[in-house]
T-cell receptor, first 112, second 114 residues
Framework: NAGVTQTPKFRVLKTGQSMTLLCAQDMNHEYMYWYRQDPGMGLRLIHYSVGEGTTAKGEVPDGYNVSRLKKQNFLLGLESAAPSQTSVYFC???????????FGSGTQLSVL | AQSVTQLDSQVPVFEEAPVELRCNYSSSVSVYLFWYVQYPNQGLQLLLKYLSGSTLVKGINGFEAEFNKSQTSFHLRKPSVHISDTAEYFCAVSEGFGNEKLTFGTGTRLTIIP
C-alpha cells in the first residue's frame, strides 16, 4: 500500500538554484495538493489540482510552479530558491466528493 | 474569512490521564470541521470530521470531538491516553465542500509522560 509517495525526502539548495519535488499517488484520486508546513503557522496550501492537466493557486503560490501531466503525479517546482522557502513540503490527494485527504510523509527542504 | 485557533501549542499529559485539545474557529457561515494527527516523521492522517448531524463525533484511536456552535469550538478529547498518542494534532475548518478551502490551525504537540 504505497498511498502518497514524495521524493526526495530531504534536500539542501543554495539560493537561486532550482528543483522539482515529485508527488505520486496510486489511489486514482482526482484531487492533489501541495502544502508547506512552517513552525507556528500550520499548513498552508501552495497549489492544487482537480484533475489531469489542471492546476490552481492556493494561499501561498508565489515562487512555485506546478504541473499535473498525469493523473497520478503532481510536481512542485522552485525556479529560483530563496531562504524563505525553507520548509517542510507535504503533498496530499483526495477523492472527488470526499473530505478526506491522504498525505505523503513530507520533504524537508533547506535553502541556504 | 474563516480562521481556526489552537490555543495550546504544547500539552504534556501523564499516561492513562484524560486529555482535551482545544480548537476554536471563526466563520460567518456553516462550516465543516476536522482533526488531523501527525505522528513523528509522517504525513497527516484524518482523525475525525464533523460535516453535519450529531455534534459528538467519534474518530480513530479512541478520540472524540464535540462541535459547539454557540462557542464556535471543536475540542478533541480522549479519556485515557497512551504513549502511542504522542503526536502533533491539527484542527482544520472549511466553509464549503472542497479540500482547497481547508484552513489548518497551528497545531498542538501532545506529549505523553510515562
Amino acid at each position: 500500500n504505497a498511498g502518497v509517495t514524495q521524493t526526495p525526502k530531504f534536500r539542501v539548495l543554495k539560493t537561486g538554484q532550482s528543483m522539482t519535488l515529485l508527488c505520486a499517488q496510486d489511489m486514482n484520486h482526482e484531487y492533489m495538493y501541495w502544502y508547506r508546513q512552517d513552525p507556528g503557522m500550520g499548513l498552508r496550501l501552495i497549489h492544487y489540482s482537480v484533475g489531469e492537466g489542471t492546476t490552481a493557486k492556493g494561499e501561498v503560490p508565489d515562487g512555485y510552479n506546478v504541473s499535473r501531466l498525469k493523473k497520478q503525479n503532481f510536481l512542485l517546482g522552485l525556479e529560483s530558491a530563496a531562504p524563505s522557502q525553507t520548509s517542510v513540503y507535504f503533498c496530499a490527494s483526495g477523492r472527488q466528493g470526499s473530505e478526506k485527504l491522504f498525505f505523503g510523509s513530507g520533504t524537508q527542504l533547506s535553502v541556504l | 474569512a474563516q480562521s481556526v485557533t489552537q490555543l495550546d501549542s504544547q500539552v504534556p499529559v501523564f499516561e492513562e490521564a484524560p486529555v482535551e485539545l482545544r480548537c476554536n474557529y471563526s466563520s460567518s457561515v456553516s462550516v465543516y470541521l476536522f482533526w488531523y494527527v501527525q505522528y513523528p516523521n509522517q504525513g497527516l492522517q484524518l482523525l475525525l470530521k464533523y460535516l453535519s448531524g450529531s455534534t459528538l463525533v467519534k474518530g480513530i484511536n479512541g478520540f472524540e470531538a464535540e462541535f459547539n456552535k454557540s462557542q464556535t469550538s471543536f475540542h478533541l478529547r480522549k479519556p485515557s491516553v497512551h504513549i502511542s498518542d504522542t503526536a502533533e494534532y491539527f484542527c482544520a475548518v472549511s466553509e464549503g465542500f472542497g479540500n482547497e478551502k481547508l484552513t489548518f490551525g497551528t497545531g498542538t504537540r501532545l506529549t505523553i509522560i510515562p
